[in-house]
């Protein structure tokens, strides 16, 4: 891999929950993401990918662990100075485009505030620059002045990427950018950020429930299961050759949309995700593995290489049936 944009170690949140409760929302989670890649990040609700998102760029303070973007150390908690440095550099897109435009702003306001804020551009240059990116994102200029509710969903989302665009980030985490969307406008969306990171360079965190839209969309795939990684590799290998079980499981899940892909029907994944308040040793997946064995459930496995021969990238993967 080429000099890593991003390089996390062990970056983990936990949640105190009070009486000697924890909530180990991310733990010990480690990855590299080279320049102008796309990383996918699938997993089932509850499984930390929002959190680890938000933890990354600093929205949510870090219990331990490190993250180094481009050559710098990132602050353990970030302060009002270090949110403003780095908003020019990292980006979030929201999941809800209902709930994360305030309803009080105009579309002009909203996609210009960032730019605001930094007090660097004339009013003029502001304004400029919304109309560019209203246009950019496939809006009008004279969308500016209407507020939210006057959008479709669709729309909305389009005005939160261009409100993340605007700063001009080099890092952008999309946290689940199309699942609140209508089907008819998903592919859309998803177009238009594979747009923009083509043209402008970006590195993007892809963060989706849609295993098949994850693969079509990003370069690598993480598979995450309460707040682990337990799978890493090329999309196309994780997805047509998952090695871990919960992967397997997720896979054989997801609905296939061509029905010449179809594939005979297979095992479906049993049970809810547990709790994820007070963890002990053992592989977390073991209450839902049809290979578990005692030795899963008292050593927890890590992340290790995987050797094979067909993989376009080294895979990664957290199981005792590999070691
Ligand atoms: Fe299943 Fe054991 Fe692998 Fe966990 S470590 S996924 S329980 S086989």
Redesign the pocket.
């Known amino acids: 891999m080429a000099e890593p944009l991003l390089e996390v170690d062990g970056l983990t949140r936990h949640f105190d929950l009070g009486s000697g409760r924890t909530l180990h929302a991310v733990d010990g989670v480690s990855f590299r993401l080279a320049r102008e890649e796309i990383l996918g990040l699938v997993g089932e609700s509850g499984s930390g990918k929002s959190t680890l998102g938000k933890t990354l760029l600093g929205l949510l303070e870090k219990t331990r662990g490190t993250v180094r973007f481009e050559g710098e150390t990132l602050p353990q908690r970030y302060g009002p100075k270090d949110h403003r440095r780095l908003a020019t550099r990292m980006q979030m897109i929201f999941q809800d485009p209902y709930s994360s435009l305030n309803p009080r702003m105009t579309a002009g306001e909203i996609i210009g505030e960032g730019l605001r804020l930094h007090g660097r551009q004339s009013d003029q240059e502001v304004r400029a620059a919304v109309t560019h990116w209203l246009e950019a994102v496939g809006l009008r200029a004279e969308h500016a002045g209407r507020y939210p509710h006057e959008f479709s969903g669709g729309q909305r989302q389009r005005i939160g990427i261009a409100r993340a665009m605007i700063l001009e980030p080099t890092f952008v985490v999309c946290d689940e950018p199309i699942s609140a969307l209508d089907v008819s406008v998903q592919a859309q969306v998803v177009n238009l950020l594979a747009e923009l990171k083509a043209a402008l360079g970006l590195t993007l965190l892809f963060i989706a429930h849609d295993l098949s839209m994850v693969r079509y969309v990003s370069d690598r795939m993480a598979v995450m299961y309460l707040g682990s990684l337990?799978e890493l590799g090329a999309s196309d290998d994780v997805f047509f050759r998952p090695k871990?079980?919960?992967t397997q499981l997720l896979i054989a899940s997801n609905p296939e949309p061509d029905p010449a892909l179809a594939r005979a029907p297979r095992p479906t994944m049993s049970g809810e995700i547990p709790s994820p308040v007070n963890l002990g040793d053992?592989?977390?997946?073991?209450g839902r593995?049809?290979?578990?064995?005692e030795?899963?459930?008292r050593v927890t496995?890590s992340l290790k290489p995987v050797a094979d021969g067909e993989d376009k990238t080294l895979r990664l993967v957290?199981?005792?049936?590999?070691t």
């Not at 053992?282 to 073991?286: N, S, T």
């Not at 593995?289 to 064995?293: E, L, R």
């Open positions: 337990i871990h079980p919960y053992g592989c977390r997946f073991a593995c049809p290979d578990a064995t030795h899963c459930r496995p957290a199981c005792h049936l590999y």
